[in-house]
């Protein structure tokens, strides 16, 4: 079953509503990559990505930018996909490509970790067209953190 479908299988059996707080997530996930990058197991490199479906703008954007920016030097990307018609502009700021992320002390990320996808966008695409641009930074952002950390891939053989 693909994310959209089980979406479409969850909504029908939840109520959704706000706040919409994603730093609580973002930080959770993100004591699991420190913890990966922190203690490294021989033969074994770790990489996180966070999946963040939402139906709302995000109320705690000052909490969010700085947990971005702290989890910038870990081993994680976070995807954020906006589903329905809220006005997510907001999101797009998440999301590096106009510029460094900053946290509200000004901080700036080391790298960009966040990809931001409005599902209104792709309702009439392929799910193929979907998927592509969900993943399409997550190569790049993967490279640049084992670039940062001059780990070279390890030799596999399948």
């Known amino acids: 079953m693909g994310i959209v479908s089980a979406y479409q299988n969850c909504v029908r059996q939840v109520q ?20 990966a990058k922190q203690n490294p197991t021989p033969n074994v490199q770790q990489y ?8 709302g703008v995000i109320t705690d954007m000052y909490e969010t930018r700085k947990a971005i920016v702290k989890a910038s030097h870990l081993p994680m990307s976070i995807i954020i996909i906006g589903v329905g018609e809220a006005d997510f502009s907001d999101m797009q700021k998440l999301d590096g490509d106009d510029g460094i992320l900053k946290s509200p002390s000004g901080e700036p990320a080391v790298r960009d970790i966040v990809q931001f996808v409005p599902f209104r966008d792709f309702k009439n695409s392929s799910p193929a067209a979907l998927t592509k641009c969900v993943l399409a930074e ?21």
Do not use: C
């Not at 959704?16 to 913890?35: C, D, K, M, Q, Y």
């Not at 940062?148 to 596999?156: A, G, I, S, T, Y």
């Open 16 to 35: 959704l509503w706000g706040p919409t707080n994603v730093s609580p997530v973002i930080n959770h996930v993100a004591r699991f990559a420190e913890t």
């Open 48 to 55: 996180f990505v966070l999946l963040v479906l939402t139906d």
């Open 138 to 158: 997550v190569p790049k952002q993967l490279s640049q953190y084992f670039d940062m950390q001059e780990m070279p891939p390890l030799n596999r053989k399948f």
